[in-house]
């Protein structure tokens, strides 16, 4: 049992209430978290606004210094995170799960140490002298998912670290213990108060929705639903707060003619059901065209059929439970809907617990919920088209914008048609291939401003221009 803690002030704080955390791919207990209150709230923003006065004012090897010593603390705990991170998120601890989830937050604290936003001098001549300064904004909230609840904490910390800021981080309640654990970590290389953690049931509290409303902090970085993202939204507009959201995908693959099913089948496999489906960016819907359809749904559904599933504790599972009871419901009701209407090509049918086995879907088109619903679980739509005008037509026909794919052995002509995708990122050949080298965002209802790289790090900072 991992009985965890909020840091707030650099001390251990256990509220005065816990709430229980399962393992999905059993439903035990596994650990408890504090079912912190909105005082417990409120010290660690009055902690985050003390420490920022000497945090903002390190200089920037300072800042840099710190953020490798965090990268460092994660490399060397990076073991006892991935197995609380199985345990309570259910991904496994192999494969694309828990140990390259960590891998993964160790490499992006790293890129973030490394990045830097030095002033910029835009004019220098008799008229005058004029540099660009960028100046970290103050307390940052980061309200995370349970989906990837390490490395997205790792997104929203280490920037507003690097850039002088003060954080107070809140994880989903189906997801704390990793994430207060890591929040301790960093407390043993950083100041008090410098960065805080605080958790919550949302149901008898809920933190976030009082973070997106507080006067103090600055700044929410937000990654999760879009319905949730919305309420952000309109919180934050009475405190004018700097706002990155990261919401929903419903992301679309389009498959070319001269796409070669087999060697493309690994990939859209993984494209799709990386961490269960459960990616905000990965591949939500397929569109192949009829000339290669049958063969491409061949080829998808015999890797599917071979990746082992089951607790991730056991070393030989690749994938793991869907996390919660809600999410698995979702995606039971909109796999019971396909079925109605199309081809099952594998899976189908839940399975114990949470498990759900990985699930294709064919013959379905926009319109039906499969398609048109983020799902964020195990199922894929397969539509078939014929002119690719039409799968760029119906590609574009959703809310979302988060990322696309375009599958081709002509890359200079997948290229054209990923020009005229409406999402922020577009993969050819692969999908939801993120690095920290290069910004990451939704256009339309899938968020606001973009994460990593220099532009991601400019969403931490607020410009001031000095004329001289
Ligand atoms: N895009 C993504 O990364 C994710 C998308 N989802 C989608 O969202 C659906 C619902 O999942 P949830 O876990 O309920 O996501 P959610 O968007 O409600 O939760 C994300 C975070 O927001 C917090 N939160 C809840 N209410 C809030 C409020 N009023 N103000 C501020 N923060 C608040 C939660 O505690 C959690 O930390 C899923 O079915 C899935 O489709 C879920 C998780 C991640
Ligand atoms: O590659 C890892 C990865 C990709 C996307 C996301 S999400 O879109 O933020 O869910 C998480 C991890």
Known sequence: MQETRMTIGGRAVPG????????????????????????????????????????????????????????????????????????????????LGSRWELGGAAAWAGATAALSLPPRVLQDNAQGHVEIFRKPVGVVGSITPWNFPVLIAVWHVLPALRTGNTVVIKPSPYTPLATLRFVELLNEVLPEGVVNSVSCDDRTSNLGADMASDPVIRKIVFTGSCATGKKVMQSAASTMKRLTLELGGNDAGIVLPDADPKAIAEGLFWGAFLNNGQTCAAMKRLYVHASIHDEVCEHLAAFAKQVPMGDGMDEKNVLGPVQNRMQFDKVARLVADAKKKGQVLTGGEPG?????????????????????????????????????????????????????????????????IASRLECGSVWINKHGAIQPNAPFGGVKASGLGVEFAEEGLKEYTDAQVIFS
Do not use: M
């Not at 709430?19 to 923003?45: C, Y």
């Not at 000497?54 to 490798?68: F, H, I, M, T, V």
């Not at 590609?395 to 200079?412: H, M, P, Q």
């Open 352 to 416: 114990e617990g949470l498990f759900f086995p990985a699930t294709i879907v064919a013959g379905l088109k926009n319109g039906d919920a499969l398609v048109d619903e983020e799902q964020f679980g195990p199922a894929l739509p397969v539509i078939r088209y014929t002119d690719v005008e039409d799968a760029i037509r119906a590609a574009n026909d959703s809310e979302n914008g988060l990322g696309g794919s375009v599958w081709s052995k002509d890359i200079e002509h997948a290229k054209r």
């Open 16 to 95: 005065t209430a816990s709430f229980e955390v399962r393992n999905p791919a059993n439903g035990q207990v596994i650990g408890t978290a504090p079912n912190g209150s909105r005082d417990d709230l409120a010290a660690a923003v009055a902690a985050a606004q003390k420490a920022f006065t000497s945090w903002s004012r390190k200089s920037d090897d300072e800042l840099a210094a710190a953020c490798r010593a965090v990268t460092e603390k994660i490399g060397a705990h990076a073991e006892e995170l991935a197995r609380l991170l199985t345990l309570e998120q259910g991904k496994p601890l192999n494969g």
